[in-house]
């Protein structure tokens, strides 16, 4: 979370288009196996891109720089060019984001996005191209285009979606509300296309990997892969929803596996590069970076901000550039903050403001009491929102941090139901320089197998106290009976 950049301030992304997943089962229909005719890229299309770039890489946490970097703008200037959009590596702008989510996307104008969590999710050189192909693909089919010509829209940013969509709010008040007040701020918005053009990118994907002289049986493999990242991830939320925080708005992957596998052929052929992938790789911080806060089971410490806090137990959370989303089956709230250059009262009265929509009533609080939070003052205003569904409380908790700093929760809950967030609204307190020392990143790390290794020896390694197992199974896209060999590469977490 990077407090510097207010809750409101985002910007829509156009196409995360591998996490942009089309429901129902998979299959190659005529629709999704035209082939669509390749626009060149513009002189338009390199304006708006060029404009929307910067934007995008404050909302995804900015770029990262250095040998990883270099070997992804590698690979992805090698399938870019396969697309037909342009022969030429220039025109392409191939960038690996410092952002925690599983995410990818590609907008007009040549510029192509990868974040380091998916790329560290990924187990060869050939899965990471087809990504980025699938990614070119829906912009040499123009399918950003043609979503928002069918939402007469006339953006290149797109449609904006939500991270705490209806697949994870409900269709209920709670939800419904939920959806208009925490649909920014979270690095995890997106353009929901079609099922066709998912089809359709997925196959132009494998298309340019067999044109590039990679295995194109790595767009299967690596939609497995998400597919069962999305399991666990819901698994370890304690949920039967299997629809991860970076694709709410869109179900599981793996209706698309058998799609790509038949697509792709049975015939054998083409590099992978695994081994290569994997050192080029080693040493990506795994999960969130503590220049941007870290979440550690309920817990969130912010080692440069000198903050931490807990959210209620059975909560999970999701760490943003803009702010921190606290999600539970009994309400949904965000953290974030802003200067503070009057009362606290106003500051309140402000956020209020800013939750409500254009042409709605003003949201207001009935009352701001004061109280002390941690030796910080503190304020707090709870409105009541009718809905059509129900009544929601929607509560404002600010706290004046000095110098000119104020941080703030805003919580959703069934109406009566906001006291659930009361032992996170009293948790926020200052820390110390030792315990904001302690905090380390997490690190994905290449080992070699050696003699007498196993899962369960190598999995002990991983920097997590639940789960290890199925975590690494899962980064290593190994089976439960998956048997080692010496010599082989695997991926481990480490601090």
Known sequence: ???????????????????????????????????????????????????????????????????????????????????????????????????????????????????????????????????????????????????????????????????????????????????????????????KFSRSQELQADQLGITYLKRAGYDPRAMSSVLESLARQNALEAQLRGSTNQTPEWASTHPDPASRVRSAMTYAGSATGGTSNRDTFLSRIDGLVYGDDPKQGVIDGRRFTHPTLRFAFEAPDGFYMVNGTQAVTISGSSGKAQFSGAKLSGSLDSYITNVFAGLTESNQPRITPSSIERTTVNGMTAAYGVARVQQSGGAIDVVVFAYDYGNGQAYHFVALAQAGGAEVFTPMFRSLRRISAADAGSVKPRVLRVQTVKQGDTVRSLAAKMAYTDAAVDRFLVLNGLSADAKLIPGQKIKLVTY
């Open 1 to 191: 979370m990077d407090i510097k950049r207010t809750l409101k301030g985002t910007c829509a992304v156009s196409a995360l288009g591998l996490l942009a997943l089309a429901g129902g089962p998979a299959r190659l229909d005529a629709q999704a196996a035209k082939a669509p005719r390749v626009y060149a890229i513009s002189a338009a299309d390199k304006s708006q891109g060029a404009k929307a770039h910067p934007e995008l890489l404050a909302e995804f946490g900015g770029a990262l720089t250095g040998p990883q970097a270099s070997y992804v703008e590698q690979v992805g200037k090698r399938i870019a060019v396969q697309s037909g959009l342009s022969n030429a590596t220039g025109d392409f702008t191939v960038t690996l984001l410092n952002s925690p989510v599983n995410n990818a996307f590609a907008i007009p104008g040549g510029y192509i996005y990868v974040t380091r969590q998916l790329t560290a999710l990924m187990n060869d050189e050939a899965e990471l191209a087809g990504v980025l192909g699938h990614e070119v693909g829906h912009v040499a089919a123009r399918h950003s285009a043609q979503r928002q010509k069918a939402a007469q829209r006339n953006q290149i940013l797109g449609v904006l979606g939500s991270v705490l969509a209806g697949a994870v709010l409900g269709d209920n008040a709670l939800g419904q509300f939920g959806q208009k007040v925490f649909s920014q701020g979270s690095q995890l918005l997106t353009l």
